[in-house]
């Protein structure tokens, strides 16, 4: 268990439905991250949320919406995806602000697959 | 935009050699991070380095930050099957704040027992 749970860890949904990620951190942590991971990229900054307030939309497509009701917890939302956006979609927390600031601690991810 | 490059790709080794990967990145860091990923797992925070020529270690991993701020390294002496996994560096984004990292495509290293 990292500290950052997320739900659920595999999914596979059509290209006409709605779901939604779940992460939850139990760390403390003021900040919150959504990364995607595609076989041969980088890792992909999609969201940032910084005490709840988001601070980074990486030109993500309108199909995937996040929100972020607290610092503790963080969703993104799914719909009339591709089949390219098939991925591992990461969530991580981090300490940012002084000399406290963190690593990131990543969730185990959510495997996704769209058909 | 800020670039983070890795290299090499892939490197495989027989256990018992050791194993570098280098990072390169296009803008100054105020700081490197490094993190590790097992196969079929998620990233691992390992460590992360601020001063302009630092050199830390952690057990068989020594990892190194640049004069310039702008390269790294980690070096593993003696590899062992459990070192197994992808390798990341990451920088933060432009203003400094660990906040926002780009993370570089990884070294993906195997090890033959």
């Known amino acids: 268990e990292t500290g950052v749970t997320q739900t659920p860890r595999h999914l596979v949904m059509g290209m006409t439905n709605k779901k939604s990620l779940k992460c939850e951190q139990h760390l403390g942590h003021n900040a919150m991250y959504w990364y995607k991971q595609s076989a041969k990229k980088p890792l992909e900054l999609m969201f940032v949320y910084n005490f709840k307030e988001q601070t980074e939309n990486n030109s993500v497509p309108s199909r995937f919406s996040p929100e972020c009701p607290n610092s503790s917890h963080l969703f993104l939302h799914l719909h009339t995806l591709q089949p390219e956006d098939s991925a591992l979609y990461l969530c991580?927390?981090?300490?940012?602000?002084?000399?406290?600031?963190?690593?990131?601690?990543f969730g185990s991810g959510t495997r996704l697959t769209v058909v | 935009g800020q670039q983070v490059m890795q290299i090499p790709q892939y490197q495989h080794v027989q256990e018992g050699e050791d194993f570098t990967t280098y990072c390169n990145s296009s803008t100054t860091l105020s700081n490197i991070q490094w993190y590790k990923q097992r196969p079929g797992g998620h990233p691992v925070f390992l460590i992360q380095l601020v001063k302009s020529g630092e050199v830390k270690k952690q057990k068989r991993l020594t990892f190194q930050f640049g004069e310039a701020k702008k390269n790294s390294s980690l070096h593993i002496t003696a590899t062992q099957t459990t070192d197994v996994g992808t390798y990341f560096c990451a920088g933060p984004h432009s203003g400094g704040s660990n906040y926002k990292l780009t993370f570089g495509k990884g070294t993906l290293l195997t090890v033959n027992p």
């Open positions: 991580a927390s981090s300490f940012i602000g002084g000399i406290l600031e963190s690593g990131y601690t």
